[in-house]
């Protein structure tokens, strides 16, 4: 059974710090690998997909990268903002039944 | 073009009664997936779907769940005779095919009283 963890739990830092963020997963025949960003009250917003063969994907100040052996991902957020303050899940997809496996997530809080 | 969208936003019932949640795919999405997130936890697997039939329902916590889908367009899940434990934010998500980027609705929030 795939299980995913994400450690800490909660992250406070002060603007302007670059961070990352950890994920890991205990079956490492995965399909590919989300992070979302789900603010309070919302829904989850994909931020970065890594397919099982890539190494890692960016977009804006934003890169995930994938270590599929050692069931790894890292979310790097370079020069935070108190705008970036969020929780950010990591799920991975593993199996032909298509269902992500979700970590509980890291609560961000971006100090001003 | 438009997200995943679903209905109602928040649904507050009583305990017992029947409830049924609305999720309306990005156009074209063939895959579509319900999960659950209840208050500090994690978001669960529910039932995914390929076109309008379900080759996945595993994560169904109980017989009182169930959920269809019409074509590749509308689905609706079924709660019956709620309960408390019930209660959850209810997501569904649609991607253009299976082991594909998932694009997730706004949730319902459903509260049993």
């Known amino acids: 059974k795939q299980e995913v963890t994400q450690i800490p739990a909660a992250l406070s830092v002060p603007e302007g710090e670059n961070l990352v963020l950890n994920c890991s997963f205990t079956?490492?025949?995965?399909?590919?690998l989300q992070w979302f960003r789900q603010d309070p009250g919302k829904g989850l917003t994909s931020l970065l997909l890594?397919?099982?063969?890539?190494r890692e994907q960016t977009s804006g100040r934003l890169n995930a990268s994938l270590d599929k052996s050692s069931g790894r991902s890292t979310l790097y957020i370079a020069a935070s903002q108190p705008g970036d303050s969020a929780t950010y899940l990591c799920?991975?997809?593993?199996?032909?039944?298509?269902?992500?496996?979700f970590g509980k997530g890291i609560t961000l809080s971006v100090r001003p | 073009g438009a997200g995943v969208s679903q209905s109602p936003s928040n649904k507050v019932t009583e305990k017992g009664k029947d409830v049924e949640l609305r999720c309306d795919p990005i156009?074209?999405?063939?895959?579509l997936y319900w999960y659950r997130q209840r208050l500090g936890q994690g978001l669960e697997f529910l039932i995914y779907?390929?076109?309008?039939?379900?080759?996945?329902k595993s994560g169904l916590p109980s017989d009182r769940f169930s959920a269809e889908r019409t074509g590749e367009s509308v689905s609706t899940l079924t709660i019956q005779r709620t309960q408390q434990e019930d209660s959850a934010v209810y997501l569904c998500?649609?991607?253009?095919?299976?082991?594909?980027?998932?694009?997730f609705g706004p949730g319902t929030r459903l509260t049993v009283l």
């Open positions: 998500a649609s991607s253009p095919g299976p082991a594909r980027e998932q694009f």
């Open positions: 079956d490492s025949a995965i399909y590919n």
């Open positions: 890594i397919q099982s063969s890539q």
């Open positions: 799920a991975v997809l593993t199996g032909a039944n298509s269902k992500l496996t």
């Open positions: 156009s074209g999405h063939t895959a």
């Open positions: 779907f390929q076109g309008n039939s379900a080759p996945d």
